[in-house]
């Protein structure tokens, strides 16, 4: 259970351009299932998806993940609950250019101290069950959006993370690939796996096998149901 008591998010605090992000945010998040936060650009997604996975600290309130307190804890220990817990997503991907697909799903592996053997080889099983084993040694640069996003999902893969954070995953996809991600979310939360998703895309949220669609605006819930 991922809960969430009071979650406020200013930013510029105390500044002539305070903004407040997020406002009092409570929720309770069943792990192994599939929740969708939607809502319009502005409306604190993204905030709420960085602060839940430890990227960034509320303001006020508290966060708990499986009954440990997150909020609160010092930045090294943050960054561990970060690496072993939480794998992410990003909507530009944030993929190293200059480096090859093989040696950017491999770099969040490095701090936790495993052999490079080991890892290599789970960086190649992941690429290889999303197709992209004839790619591995391909600069990123040189990658579609579409094999950009899968060297991204086997990167969030790597330390075979509880949750799996994705933020707009679909911003830069057609229909098509658009599907082909979903359906690999819905491979994972078969596995067990806990998947967040920010998107505005009705696609996402609308998507047969999503178990809870959260709607945000201007920093508030305002919409709290399941999917279809």
Do not use: W
Not at 77 to 103: N, P
């Amino acid at each position: 259970m991922i809960e969430l008591s009071h979650i406020s998010k200013t930013f510029n605090m105390g500044k002539s351009n305070a903004f407040e992000a997020l406002k009092g945010i409570d929720l309770r998040i069943h792990m192994g299932r599939v929740t969708v936060f939607k809502g319009p650009s502005g409306s604190g997604k993204t905030t709420l998806l960085s602060i839940i996975g430890c990227m960034s600290r509320a303001t006020s309130g508290r966060i708990k993940v499986n009954n440990r307190e997150t909020t609160s804890l010092p930045e090294r220990f943050a960054a561990g609950i970060r690496r072993e817990t939480f794998g992410f997503i990003f909507q530009d991907y944030q993929l190293i250019r200059g480096i090859t697909v093989l040696e950017n799903v491999m770099i969040p592996a490095y701090p936790m101290g495993k052999k490079h053997v080991v890892v290599k080889k789970k960086a190649g099983d992941l690429l290889g069950r999303l197709h992209m084993a004839s790619k591995v040694h391909e600069k990123v640069e040189n990658l579609s959006g579409g094999e950009r996003q899968r060297v991204a999902i086997s990167r969030a893969l790597i330390n075979d993370p509880s949750v799996i954070i994705a933020d707009e995953p679909t911003a830069h996809l057609d229909t098509e690939m658009s599907g082909k991600f979903m359906a690999l979310m819905m491979d994972f939360k078969a596995e067990g796996k806990t998947i967040l998703i920010a998107s505005h895309d009705p696609l996402v949220s609308e998507y047969h096998g999503v178990d809870r669609v959260v709607g945000l605006r201007d920093g508030e819930i305002v919409e709290n149901g399941a999917g279809k």
